[in-house]
């Protein structure tokens, strides 16, 4: 890790029971992966808004086998990130999320999820919370639910109107808006061919050009080119004008004032799935309990609800409940995603869309592999048809996230040896396949698994 804030260094203070913390330049790290157990690192640092040079610390770390911890908070919020490639994210949503303090999330990747030990378990880790509050022993959910800590309530109700309001605008937008101010002040001294004059002022910060700055290097941030998180106010909206969002200063000066339009739901159609939630306790709870909230957009025109209406997610408002433990991911390349003769159909006939999941489930002591997919064929007809292909047997099937690869779950069940359930609404085709862990077997218990599991694909994309 390079020199962080001391919250990232926290295992130092487990010194006693074996552990040592290195730290190293935040430049040299990539070179440094190998030979440790972890590398611990913020995606920005909060001290100067350096950088992590994710694609070089990514193949470093995949080549000597080392896993990765990144911390997100100084970045999520400004910059396009994709992270879903480290073994741990975890990230705050006080700063660019906007959340109020006391937000936070942590997500697992599958391969470090059997060897992730949820030593802060409580009451709230449980599958069903009011199920598994009283008495031994520890009932810990089957998916990554069993690291939740029970929830600052308010915090999280708050978040559940932050985050889809980020996530409704244009990232590639915010992003210019928040590194905007800083280029156009470097482009303005570069022009000169000076740069700013500094005065360091000891902890209580310095001064530029007669401008008091933090004692964070904000100064040296314009100097050195670093798109710090630092460069321009947040996107805190301040006024609507005939429906566009308009964002101000912070109130200090020199705030860049432009429009960040909200990105425009799609019409709806009848292959896209409706999943808008308002309300707070905990179903916001539940809704907010990962980062995908940042990728999450609105799929239709947006419908006024009652307040305090809740609408169940169909992870938990069936016969049983789900935690997601990959995905979703979405294609157009039905052919390469497929095998056998569905594979020699869709050769002949484009899909429109693929979208793809990984749950798992725990019903009567047994832990089972649901795998949902859903196909958006260009009509009805070829919908059809395609179920008629993938209910016969021997016919091959649309290849799940472990069988191409996507996924490395840990002793993951083959889903396509279990139970099979398919359904078609106008243009889409669900299909689910289901296995138990451990060679469990009860195979009228994982056929009502897979018939209950149809209704996931309104999680799907």
């Known amino acids: 890790m390079p020199a962080e804030r001391v919250a990232i260094g926290a295992p130092a203070a487990q010194a006693g029971r074996g552990v040592t913390v290195t730290e190293v330049p935040l430049a040299e790290l990539p070179e ?3 030979g440790y157990d972890l590398v611990a690192v913020s995606v920005v640092q909060s001290a100067d808004g ?6 070089a610390l990514r193949a470093a770390a995949e080549s000597a086998g080392v896993p990765v911890l990144l911390d997100a908070t100084p970045a999520a919020g400004w910059p396009p990130l994709s992270l879903d490639w480290a073994d741990w994210g975890v990230a705050a949503g006080y700063k660019w999320l906007l959340c109020p303090r006391g937000a936070a999330w942590l997500a697992v990747h599958p391969r470090a999820f059997e060897r992730t030990v949820p030593v802060s378990a409580g009451w709230y880790a449980g599958e069903d919370p009011w199920q598994t509050v009283y008495g031994l022993p520890l009932r810990l959910a089957a998916g990554a639910r069993r690291f939740d800590l029970s929830p600052v309530w308010l915090a999280q109700v708050g978040a559940a109107v932050a985050l889809p ?8 937008e915010v992003h210019a808006h928040c590194v905007g101010p800083a280029d156009r002040e470097r482009a303005g001294w570069r022009s000169t061919g000076r740069l700013p004059p500094v005065q360091h002022h000891g902890r209580g910060g310095r001064r530029a050009g007669g401008t008091q700055l933090s004692g964070r290097s904000c100064a040296a941030r314009v100097q050195d080119g670093h798109r710090g998180r630092r460069d321009s106010p947040r996107p805190v909206p301040s006024r ?3 429906g566009t969002q308009y964002f101000g200063g912070s109130g200090q000066g020199g705030g860049h004032t432009a429009p960040l339009p909200r990105v425009r739901p799609e019409p709806p159609s009848t292959r896209r799935r409706d999943t808008l939630i308002k309300g707070g306790g905990l179903l916001a709870v539940a809704v907010v309990s990962s980062l995908t909230w940042w990728l999450i957009r609105g799929s239709g025109a947006e419908q006024p609800q009652p307040q305090g209406t809740l609408v169940e997610s ?6 049983f409940r789900y935690a997601v433990v990959s995905g979703p991911v979405t294609s157009e390349d039905c052919v390469a995603d497929s095998y056998g003769d569905v594979r020699d159909w869709f050769d002949q006939h484009q ?10 489930t725990e019903s009567e002591g047994a832990r089972a592999l649901v795998s949902v997919s859903r196909v958006t064929m260009p009509d009805p007809r070829q919908t059809r048809q395609l179920k008629s292909i993938t209910d016969t047997s021997g016919t091959g099937n649309v290849s799940d996230l472990v069988r191409d690869g996507t996924a490395d779950i840990p002793g993951a069940p083959k889903v396509a040896s279990g139970e099979y359930a398919s359904t078609v609404a106008e243009r889409d085709l669900t299909i689910v ?4 862990f451990e060679g469990h077997t009860d195979k009228a218990l994982l056929q009502r698994i897979s018939t209950d599991a149809l209704r996931l694909a309104g999680t799907l994309p």
Do not use: H, K, M
């Not at 309001?165 to 590639?172: E, G, I, M, Q």
């Open 32 to 34: 440094r992966v190998a």
């Open 50 to 55: 350096a950088l992590v040079d994710l694609p």
């Open 165 to 172: 309001y980020l996530a409704s605008l244009d990232r590639t």
């Open 240 to 242: 609507r004008v005939d």
């Open 314 to 319: 169909p992870l938990t408002s069936g016969e």
């Open 351 to 360: 899909c429109e869309q693929l979208s793809r999941s990984l749950y798992i």
């Open 433 to 436: 396949e289901a296995n138990f």
